[in-house]
């Protein structure tokens, strides 16, 4: 069974660019979280999705957008790119829309977004 | 707001040998989790081990344990026979039944050989 999938890898862009990161899911899971990791730091929460609809947003500026689709996969935009969101961007998906003991968070092998 | 504090940047151990990882955190939540993840250089964050804060009997995972002491707001991860390729940053993380993670800044583990 393929585990969580991102694309693409890595990814550089010019200083007030957009870009679009994309996130698989594992089959059957329905939800989708967003997470930011500057070097040197842990991750930071974005967004979760559940079923289609944002259940969690982090504070994070308008220029971070997300949605996700019927298949339950799912984007991640950022407008007006900065040198500051230069990060790893790490999805994560799971069963069900809250993170307990007994449910876990899979994540993917992120993307390293490089802005100049 | 939920915080998590690790305040080891950096440690090693010697293979075969036992080292601690220490965990502090700070919540509002009445029940909550607490989660070890592991980053390889590969970037991919892996769940080590994890415990529900109501359960006060810590949990263990073959060479991975938790003493997790509720009052104190303290998780610390014990990793036993370390082994090389337990090489890798350790990020403490928890959740108060919410949806999201809240991550500490994460500990370098090296493993000498």
């Known amino acids: 069974d393929a585990g969580v999938t991102q694309s693409p890898t890595h990814l550089i862009k010019t200083r007030g660019q957009h870009v679009t990161l994309r996130c698989s899911p594992i089959?059957?899971?329905?939800?989708v979280s967003w997470y930011q990791q500057v070097l040197g730091q842990g991750p930071q929460f974005i967004f979760q999705?559940?079923?289609?609809?944002?259940?969690g947003r982090g504070n994070f500026p308008d220029r971070f957008s997300a949605r996700q689709f019927p298949n339950y996969s799912s984007e991640l935009n950022v407008n007006a790119l900065l040198l500051g969101d230069s990060a790893l961007y790490l999805c994560?998906?799971?069963?069900?829309?809250?993170?307990?003991?007994?449910?876990?968070?899979?994540f993917g092998q992120g993307t390293r977004l490089t802005v100049v | 707001a939920q915080t998590v504090t690790q305040s080891q940047p950096e440690m090693s151990v010697q293979e075969a040998e036992t080292v601690t990882l220490s965990c502090t955190y700070d919540?509002?939540?009445?029940?909550?989790?607490l989660f070890w993840y592991k980053q390889p250089p590969s970037r991919q964050m892996i769940l080590v081990i994890r415990?529900?804060?109501?359960?006060?009997q810590n949990a263990t995972e073959n060479r991975f344990s938790v003493n997790f002491q509720k009052a104190a707001k303290s998780f610390s991860l014990k990793i036993s026979d370390s082994q090389l390729g337990d090489a890798a940053m350790y990020f403490c993380?928890?959740?108060?039944?919410?949806?999201?993670?809240?991550f500490g800044k994460g500990t370098k583990l090296t493993v000498n050989p």
């Open positions: 994560a998906s799971s069963l069900i829309d809250r993170l307990a003991v007994n449910t876990e968070a899979f």
């Open positions: 089959s059957g899971h329905k939800s």
């Open positions: 999705y559940y079923e289609k609809e944002e259940r």
């Open positions: 919540t509002s939540e009445s029940d909550y989790y």
């Open positions: 415990q529900e804060a109501y359960k006060q």
């Open positions: 993380a928890s959740t108060g039944g919410s949806e999201k993670l809240v």
